[in-house]
């Protein structure tokens, strides 16, 4: 057996999409992937179906694997011939314990790559609306850790040095902020520094709590506030008032909750996300594509059909594939395509076919219908509904269960203000996947404001024991507007 690689990647500083380019390639290829808490978890959907996660945590006073375990794990899995992706929050080189792992790997002959991120003591800052240098404020920049390993979790820092940098970033410092602060007065520092400190920077939940040397330890207190943070020091803080942007956004502050049923990605959560939402999608499904000589006889014989219905996105992604990747004529379909969705609608018309939703069935001509593999455990349903039939299962829908692992984690400490219901299946999901999972559903839906997009989600949502907010359209603009017109009257 080959000896396998490691990717070192940098996930960024919370935000998903400010993963760099290669280390998104480096996921999607990984066959084992050891994260940690502050990679964000969202992260995870872009990996294989097959792949394998290992979580090492870690948390204060608390660490799920430690250092050394971390590094015998991934040389051991290199042995397997797994191609390895170790995913560290922010910049694996600052600290990140980046060299540990190298050398660890170098001594037992493992290859490796180093893949940079953004790392959270500029880019928290630059969310918060604090850059780290100005031509006016600052010209010279530092980062500082804000803890030791030492017996009191001190950091111990040569206090003099740091006395001409216009700019500090201490990471995980929030335990240690009185020291720091009186640290640095002791050390030249006036006490009416502008202090910043950014929790969870670049993501949705981002939050920012300003003052000075002398005050920031006490409206620290107040809130209780916790790391992970970044705290900066310097008189740069003050463009914050003026140059602020994220917190800014429509949505920002809210917490929503996307019920999902499939596993093609939309672009909702994103929508929501970019509008300054903190999101988290539950439950996530991926989709493997199955294949078998019933499956081969089907897509032959699928000219002869005058009527095909796709009842799902991925549905249509993979007919399509498979009809290219065997070398078949698109000219040879004669059908006219029907959908169950708009989104599915959608889906045709990138690919450049049009659909209508579906009519009335016609006992004279018999369906196509294609979609996963459960379809073909509800044969006398469809019969009843769209007459006769036959049934297509292009595709197996997988639960992506370490993600979604992750995210009852989230989904139990978090305070969700609003669930969007995407179709009328999301319901009945959402509600089955919370049980399992040992949630009380009613404590999550009793709680939040729930908005839905159309009539039919609508009803599935009030036979389930609750009213929902409707957008006006079922469309995506029509629900975005609902939500920040929800947070406005507020």
């Not at 839906?445 to 599935?460: F, H, I, K, N, P």
């Amino acid at each position: 057996m080959s000896t396998g690689k490691v990717y070192l990647v940098g996930a960024g500083p919370g935000d998903e999409k400010l993963i760099t380019v290669r280390g998104l390639e480096c996921l999607r290829r990984a066959d084992t992937i050891v994260y940690d808490r502050l990679a964000n978890p969202r992260l995870l959907r872009f990996a294989k179906p097959d792949a394998e996660f290992i979580f090492c945590g870690k948390f204060p006073k608390h660490h799920t694997l430690r250092q050394e375990a971390i590094n015998e794990l991934l040389v051991r899995k290199a042995r397997e011939g797994r191609q390895v992706v170790r995913l560290k929050g922010g910049d694996p080189s600052v600290f990140g314990r980046v060299g540990e792992e190298a050398a660890e790997l170098v001594s037992h002959g493992i290859e490796y790559e180093i893949v940079p991120g953004i790392t959270a003591g500029i880019a928290a800052p630059a969310y918060a609306g604090i850059p780290v240098t100005h031509r006016e404020y600052g010209t010279s920049f530092a980062v500082v850790t804000g803890h030791a390993k030492t017996s009191d979790g001190k950091p111990s820092v040569d206090w003099m040095s740091l006395r001409g940098i216009d700019t500090l970033a201490f990471y995980m410092g929030v335990k240690n902020l009185r020291y720091i602060c009186d640290s640095l007065i002791q050390h030249g520092r006036h006490p009416q520094t502008p202090v910043a400190l950014v929790r969870w920077g670049t993501m949705g939940g981002q939050q920012t709590v300003q003052g000075t040397l002398e005050t920031i330890v006490h409206k620290v207190e107040e809130i209780g506030l916790e790391n992970p943070a970044i705290t900066l020091v310097g008189d740069i803080v003050a463009l914050r008032d003026q140059i602020r942007w994220f917190e800014n956004k429509p949505l920002f502050g809210r917490r929503i909750l996307v019920a999902r049923t499939g596993g093609e990605q939309g672009n909702l959560a994103d929508a929501l996300s970019d509008r300054g939402a903190d999101v988290i999608e539950y439950p996530y499904f991926s989709v493997c594509e199955r294949s078998d000589e019933s499956t081969a006889e089907m897509m032959v014989r699928s000219v002869e059909y005058e009527r095909i219905l796709f009842t799902s996105p991925e549905s249509a992604a993979f007919f399509f594939a498979v009809y290219r990747r065997n070398g078949r004529d698109i000219r040879e379909l004669k059908a006219t395509f029907y959908t169950l969705s708009r989104r599915t609608g959608r889906k045709l018309q990138e690919m450049g076919f049009a659909s209508k939703t579906v009519e009335p069935f016609s006992a004279s001509n018999k369906w196509l219908i294609i979609g996963e593999s459960s379809i073909l455990e509800n044969r006398k349903q469809y019969e009843r509904e769209w007459g006769a039939c036959d049934l297509l299962a292009l595709y197996d829908k997988k639960e992506c269960r370490e993600y979604n692992a992750n995210m009852v984690r989230l989904l139990r400490g978090a305070s969700i203000d609003t669930i969007v219901f995407p179709s009328a299946a999301s319901v009945d999901i959402l509600i089955r996947y919370l049980e399992r999972a040992e949630i009380e559903p009613h404590d999550i839906l009793s709680t939040a404001s729930l908005v839905c997009m159309g009539d039919r989600t609508a009803e599935a949502i009030q036979a389930a024991g609750y009213l929902a907010e409707q957008a006006a359209s079922p469309t995506l603009e029509s629900l975005i507007a609902c939500l920040v017109t929800e947070k406005v009257s507020e």
